[in-house]
Structure formats: structure tokens, C-alpha cells
């Protein structure tokens, strides 16, 4: 059972170019997430979805695209990197049902680096 | 939107003392984190709590429901420790997840 696997850890990118960076889940959670950590801070949603199709922006949308086509995978997009988009990024996902919550699952983080 | 209050910010503890975070919330919920993330590291679920009290080696986690207010202990505390510690709460909405800013530990040996 891997739980939630983000790839790649690290990545460096010029200015204007784009990326993907990927997350899939192995514990058919219906929820998933996608963040980003600025050092000394805390966690900005992104973008959630709450099953395969559904999509929607959280706080800090814009540069960033996302699809969600099964369960398993919820990969997010840059477009046109910036310099503000250097971060840390997790990926985590949990399942929230009637009678039943699972443990919220982090990814292991991408540390993307844009210059 | 959930209200999410950690106490404290930052906590410098010698090794082996008793360590209290709290977290209090504004809003009902139906579960809360405790996350533990260490300094460049990945961001790992230490408890999941919707009522009373659960116990992992050290680590003791507690939620009051109607206070609307869960605390982490740590016993006989140990340099290793030392990492920031987030409450997350969770409503029944699908954007309903909120982390407190986390609570900034360090244990001195």
C-alpha cells in the first residue's frame, strides 16, 4: 500500500516553462488536494477535487490547472512558470463518508525551484 | 469557514519535559488532524480524532466536541521531536479542510 505518491521531489525551471508535477493515490480516496507551502508558512489550497471529473480552485489558483480523470491520479499543471511559484507542493488525500473519515495522506512534497 | 487556533506559535522545551499544544476551532466538525511536518520534511498524520482520546506511544491526543477544542501532548519529550505540528480540521463541505498555522516545536537535549 504506497498511500500517496508525488513525483518528481525536486525540480528546477526557467521562467515560462511548464510542468506537471504528479500524485496518484492507492486508497480509492475521494478527496484530493493539492497545496502549496512557502517557507515559514503554512499550507495554500490550490485546487480540490472531490471525485474523478470534479474539480475545483481553492485560495490560490491562478498560473495552476488540474485534472482529475480516475480516482487514483490528480495531476496539477503550471503554465508559464514565475518566480512566485517557487514552493514546496503537496499532494494529499483523504475519504470523508457517512459514518466513515480515513486518515488525511500527504505526498512526500515537490520542492520546485524557478528562476 | 472554520476558524483554526494553535498555542502556542513557538515552544522551546527542554528534553524529558511534558509538552501541551492546543487547538481550538470555531465551527462543528467531523474529524481533526494532528500533523507533524519536520524542518524540510513531508507532512505526516500523528492522530485522527472525532471523539475522547487516543494514545501512540508518547503522543496522547484529546478532543473536547463541545468546548470545540483537541490538545497533543508528548511525554518524556525527546530532542526528535522537535518539528511543527499542525491541527487540520475537517467539516462535512468538500473545500472543508482548514490547518491551524502550527505550532513551531524544539526540545533541547
Known amino acids: 500500500n504506497a498511500g500517496v505518491t508525488q513525483t518528481p521531489k525536486f525540480r528546477i525551471l526557467k521562467i515560462g516553462q511548464s510542468m506537471t508535477l504528479q500524485c496518484t493515490q492507492d486508497?480509492?480516496?475521494?478527496?484530493m488536494y493539492w497545496y502549496r507551502q512557502d517557507p515559514g508558512m503554512g499550507l495554500k489550497l490550490i485546487y480540490y477535487?472531490?471525485?474523478?471529473?470534479?474539480?475545483d480552485k481553492g485560495e490560490v489558483p491562478n498560473g495552476y490547472n488540474v485534472s482529475r480523470s480516475t480516482t487514483e491520479d490528480f495531476p496539477l499543471r503550471l503554465e508559464l512558470a514565475a518566480p512566485s511559484q517557487t514552493s514546496v507542493y503537496f499532494c494529499?488525500?483523504?475519504?470523508?463518508?457517512?459514518?466513515?473519515?480515513?486518515?488525511?495522506?500527504f505526498g512526500n512534497g515537490t520542492r520546485l525551484t524557478v528562476t | 469557514k472554520n476558524e483554526v487556533e494553535q498555542s502556542p506559535q513557538n515552544l522551546t522545551a527542554q528534553e524529558g519535559e511534558f509538552i501541551t499544544i492546543n487547538c481550538s476551532y470555531s465551527?462543528?466538525?467531523?474529524?481533526l488532524h494532528w500533523l507533524q511536518q519536520h524542518p524540510g520534511g513531508g507532512i505526516v498524520s500523528l492522530f485522527m480524532?472525532?471523539?475522547g482520546k487516543k494514545k501512540h506511544g508518547r503522543l496522547i491526543a484529546t478532543i473536547n466536541i463541545q468546548e470545540k477544542h483537541s490538545s497533543l501532548h508528548i511525554t518524556a519529550s525527546h530532542p526528535r521531536d522537535s518539528a511543527v505540528y499542525i491541527c487540520?480540521?475537517?467539516?462535512?463541505?468538500?473545500?472543508?479542510?482548514?490547518f491551524g498555522k502550527g505550532t513551531h516545536l524544539i526540545i533541547q537535549p
Open positions: 465551527v462543528g466538525i467531523s474529524a
Open positions: 480524532l472525532s471523539s
Open positions: 486508497m480509492n480516496h475521494n478527496y
Open positions: 477535487s472531490v471525485g474523478a471529473g470534479i474539480t
Open positions: 487540520a480540521v475537517i467539516e462535512g463541505g468538500a473545500d472543508g479542510l482548514t
Open positions: 494529499a488525500s483523504y475519504s470523508l463518508g457517512t459514518g466513515y473519515n480515513s486518515p488525511l495522506h
